[in-house]
Protein backbone atom coordinates (compact mmCIF):
# COMPACT_ATOMS: atom_id res chain seq x y z
CA UNK A 1 0.00 0.00 0.00
CA UNK A 2 2.00 3.32 -1.13
CA UNK A 3 -0.08 5.53 1.70
CA UNK A 4 -3.05 5.20 3.90
CA UNK A 5 -4.31 8.83 2.70
CA UNK A 6 -4.40 9.13 -0.71
CA UNK A 7 -7.74 9.47 -2.13
CA UNK A 8 -9.47 6.41 -3.08
CA UNK A 9 -11.32 6.29 -6.30
CA UNK A 10 -13.43 3.00 -4.85
CA UNK A 11 -14.82 2.18 -1.61
CA UNK A 12 -15.99 -1.32 -0.99
CA UNK A 13 -18.15 -2.18 1.62
CA UNK A 14 -19.33 -5.51 3.74
CA UNK A 15 -23.05 -5.62 4.26
CA UNK A 16 -23.76 -7.04 7.85
CA UNK A 17 -22.29 -5.52 10.96
CA UNK A 18 -21.07 -2.42 8.41
CA UNK A 19 -24.38 -1.20 6.49
CA UNK A 20 -26.82 -2.89 8.74
CA UNK A 21 -26.94 -4.56 11.94
CA UNK A 22 -28.81 -7.45 10.45
CA UNK A 23 -29.11 -9.40 13.95
CA UNK A 24 -27.28 -12.27 13.01
CA UNK A 25 -26.51 -14.54 15.78
CA UNK A 26 -23.72 -17.43 14.04
CA UNK A 27 -23.35 -19.21 17.62
CA UNK A 28 -26.99 -20.08 17.63
CA UNK A 29 -26.65 -20.79 13.73
CA UNK A 30 -24.09 -23.38 14.04
CA UNK A 31 -25.19 -25.07 16.83
CA UNK A 32 -28.47 -25.57 15.31
CA UNK A 33 -26.26 -27.12 12.06
CA UNK A 34 -24.16 -29.16 14.59
CA UNK A 35 -21.03 -26.97 13.62
CA UNK A 36 -18.36 -26.32 16.23
CA UNK A 37 -18.34 -22.58 17.86
CA UNK A 38 -15.05 -22.10 15.67
CA UNK A 39 -16.10 -22.79 12.46
CA UNK A 40 -16.81 -21.04 9.76
CA UNK A 41 -20.65 -21.65 8.35
CA UNK A 42 -20.01 -21.44 4.88
CA UNK A 43 -16.62 -23.58 4.78
CA UNK A 44 -17.87 -26.27 7.02
CA UNK A 45 -21.15 -26.64 4.38
CA UNK A 46 -19.02 -27.12 1.49
CA UNK A 47 -17.30 -30.31 3.37
CA UNK A 48 -20.62 -31.91 3.74
CA UNK A 49 -20.94 -34.86 1.32
CA UNK A 50 -24.35 -35.56 1.46
CA UNK A 51 -26.33 -33.68 -0.64
CA UNK A 52 -29.61 -33.62 1.06
CA UNK A 53 -28.22 -33.12 4.57
CA UNK A 54 -26.50 -30.35 2.66
CA UNK A 55 -29.68 -28.83 1.01
CA UNK A 56 -31.39 -28.79 4.95
CA UNK A 57 -28.24 -26.89 6.26
CA UNK A 58 -27.81 -24.15 3.37
CA UNK A 59 -32.08 -24.04 3.90
CA UNK A 60 -31.51 -22.83 7.60
CA UNK A 61 -29.03 -20.83 6.34
CA UNK A 62 -31.22 -19.04 3.58
CA UNK A 63 -33.57 -18.91 6.42
CA UNK A 64 -31.29 -17.38 8.81
CA UNK A 65 -29.88 -14.38 6.80
CA UNK A 66 -33.25 -13.52 5.13
CA UNK A 67 -34.77 -13.25 8.94
CA UNK A 68 -31.58 -11.22 9.12
CA UNK A 69 -32.65 -8.94 6.25
CA UNK A 70 -36.28 -8.36 7.13
CA UNK A 71 -35.17 -7.53 10.61
CA UNK A 72 -32.35 -5.17 9.63
CA UNK A 73 -31.74 -1.67 10.35
CA UNK A 74 -29.37 0.85 8.91
CA UNK A 75 -26.61 1.96 11.13
CA UNK A 76 -26.55 5.81 11.98
CA UNK A 77 -24.99 7.57 9.05
CA UNK A 78 -24.63 5.15 6.71
CA UNK A 79 -27.40 6.85 3.99
CA UNK A 80 -25.52 10.30 4.24
CA UNK A 81 -22.51 8.94 3.99
CA UNK A 82 -23.12 6.63 0.56
CA UNK A 83 -25.07 9.93 -0.44
CA UNK A 84 -21.28 11.58 0.43
CA UNK A 85 -19.31 9.09 -1.92
CA UNK A 86 -21.91 9.66 -4.47
CA UNK A 87 -21.15 13.89 -4.24
CA UNK A 88 -17.67 13.27 -4.23
CA UNK A 89 -17.78 10.85 -7.57
CA UNK A 90 -16.39 7.88 -5.60
CA UNK A 91 -17.68 4.55 -7.15
CA UNK A 92 -19.50 2.14 -4.52
CA UNK A 93 -19.41 -1.37 -4.23
CA UNK A 94 -20.18 -4.28 -2.13
CA UNK A 95 -18.16 -7.87 -1.14
CA UNK A 96 -20.33 -9.82 1.24
CA UNK A 97 -20.34 -13.70 2.30
CA UNK A 98 -24.10 -13.89 2.24
CA UNK A 99 -26.41 -14.41 -0.99
CA UNK A 100 -26.96 -12.31 -3.81
CA UNK A 101 -30.88 -12.95 -2.86
CA UNK A 102 -30.66 -11.94 0.40
CA UNK A 103 -28.08 -8.63 -0.18
CA UNK A 104 -30.80 -7.91 -2.83
CA UNK A 105 -33.61 -7.53 -0.12
CA UNK A 106 -31.48 -5.56 2.26
CA UNK A 107 -30.43 -3.29 -0.68
CA UNK A 108 -34.58 -2.74 -2.02
CA UNK A 109 -35.40 -2.33 2.07
CA UNK A 110 -32.76 0.82 2.19
CA UNK A 111 -33.20 1.83 -1.60
CA UNK A 112 -29.17 1.76 -1.72
CA UNK A 113 -27.61 1.30 -4.70
CA UNK A 114 -24.00 -0.38 -5.67
CA UNK A 115 -22.26 -0.34 -9.25
CA UNK A 116 -20.88 -3.76 -8.47
CA UNK A 117 -21.91 -6.45 -5.69
CA UNK A 118 -19.68 -9.40 -5.60
CA UNK A 119 -21.77 -12.35 -2.84
CA UNK A 120 -21.31 -15.81 -2.48
CA UNK A 121 -23.04 -16.60 -5.19
CA UNK A 122 -20.92 -14.70 -7.77
CA UNK A 123 -17.82 -15.69 -6.53
CA UNK A 124 -16.79 -19.31 -5.01
CA UNK A 125 -14.01 -17.59 -3.09
CA UNK A 126 -15.17 -16.30 0.09
CA UNK A 127 -14.05 -13.65 2.21
CA UNK A 128 -11.31 -13.52 3.46
CA UNK A 129 -9.76 -14.92 0.40
CA UNK A 130 -8.84 -12.19 -1.37
CA UNK A 131 -10.01 -11.95 -4.73
CA UNK A 132 -13.53 -9.78 -4.90
CA UNK A 133 -11.16 -7.25 -4.69
CA UNK A 134 -9.26 -8.11 -7.32
CA UNK A 135 -12.77 -8.64 -9.13
CA UNK A 136 -13.80 -5.30 -7.91
CA UNK A 137 -10.60 -3.33 -8.83
CA UNK A 138 -10.81 -5.07 -12.49
CA UNK A 139 -14.00 -4.00 -13.02
CA UNK A 140 -13.44 -0.07 -11.99
CA UNK A 141 -10.19 -0.54 -13.87
CA UNK A 142 -8.34 0.59 -10.93
CA UNK A 143 -5.71 -0.88 -8.60
CA UNK A 144 -5.80 -2.10 -5.33
CA UNK A 145 -4.19 1.64 -3.62
CA UNK A 146 -7.44 3.10 -5.13
CA UNK A 147 -9.85 0.77 -3.56
CA UNK A 148 -11.12 1.54 -0.12
CA UNK A 149 -12.63 -1.10 1.62
CA UNK A 150 -15.03 -0.85 5.09
CA UNK A 151 -15.62 -4.05 7.43
CA UNK A 152 -16.66 -5.01 10.31
CA UNK A 153 -15.13 -7.99 10.97
CA UNK A 154 -11.55 -9.60 11.56
CA UNK A 155 -12.75 -11.35 8.38
CA UNK A 156 -12.57 -8.05 6.39
CA UNK A 157 -9.35 -6.89 7.83
CA UNK A 158 -7.76 -9.98 6.70
CA UNK A 159 -9.53 -9.64 3.22
CA UNK A 160 -7.81 -6.41 2.76
CA UNK A 161 -4.71 -7.37 3.79
CA UNK A 162 -4.03 -10.09 1.94
CA UNK A 163 -5.46 -8.00 -1.53
CA UNK A 164 -3.32 -5.19 -0.53
CA UNK A 165 -6.18 -2.89 0.25
CA UNK A 166 -6.34 -0.59 2.51
CA UNK A 167 -9.05 -1.34 5.18
CA UNK A 168 -11.32 0.17 7.73
CA UNK A 169 -12.61 -1.23 10.11
CA UNK A 170 -16.42 -0.16 11.64
CA UNK A 171 -16.46 -0.52 15.29
CA UNK A 172 -20.15 -1.23 15.72
CA UNK A 173 -20.30 -2.55 19.30
CA UNK A 174 -21.44 -5.77 18.54
CA UNK A 175 -17.62 -7.62 18.43
CA UNK A 176 -14.68 -7.23 20.85
CA UNK A 177 -11.90 -5.53 18.59
CA UNK A 178 -9.07 -5.27 20.77
CA UNK A 179 -7.18 -8.33 18.42
CA UNK A 180 -8.31 -6.76 15.30
CA UNK A 181 -7.67 -3.32 15.95
CA UNK A 182 -3.67 -3.33 15.07
CA UNK A 183 -4.49 -5.36 12.07
CA UNK A 184 -6.58 -2.62 10.71
CA UNK A 185 -5.37 0.67 8.57
CA UNK A 186 -8.15 2.56 10.54
CA UNK A 187 -11.13 2.36 13.12
CA UNK A 188 -14.24 4.39 12.71
CA UNK A 189 -16.94 4.24 15.42
CA UNK A 190 -19.90 6.07 13.68
CA UNK A 191 -20.48 6.84 9.95
CA UNK A 192 -20.59 11.00 10.86
CA UNK A 193 -17.10 11.14 11.93
CA UNK A 194 -15.86 8.97 9.05
CA UNK A 195 -17.39 11.03 6.73
CA UNK A 196 -15.29 13.79 8.44
CA UNK A 197 -11.96 11.81 8.16
CA UNK A 198 -12.85 11.35 4.61
CA UNK A 199 -13.88 15.32 3.73
CA UNK A 200 -10.10 16.08 6.15
CA UNK A 201 -7.60 13.83 4.41
CA UNK A 202 -9.89 12.87 1.11
CA UNK A 203 -11.36 16.07 -0.09
CA UNK A 204 -9.32 18.82 1.95
CA UNK A 205 -7.89 22.26 0.62
MG1 LIG B 1 -19.80 -8.07 8.43
Same mark, same amino acid.
Given at each position: ??????????????????????????????????????????????????????????????????????????? =????????????????????????????????????????????????? =???????????????????? =?????????????????????????????????????????????????????????????
Amino acid at each position: MKNLWTRPKVIVFDVDGTLVDSFLNFSALKKKMGFSQDSFVLEELEKIQNEERKRELLYFLHEFEMEGAKKSVLF =EGVLEFLNYCDEQGLKKAVFTRNSQRVAEVIFNKFRLSFEKVVSRDSLR =EYKPHPKGLEVIGRYFKVNV =EEILFIGDHYHDVLTGKRAGVRTFLFNNGNHDIKDWEAKADFIFDNYFSLKRIFEKRFFGP
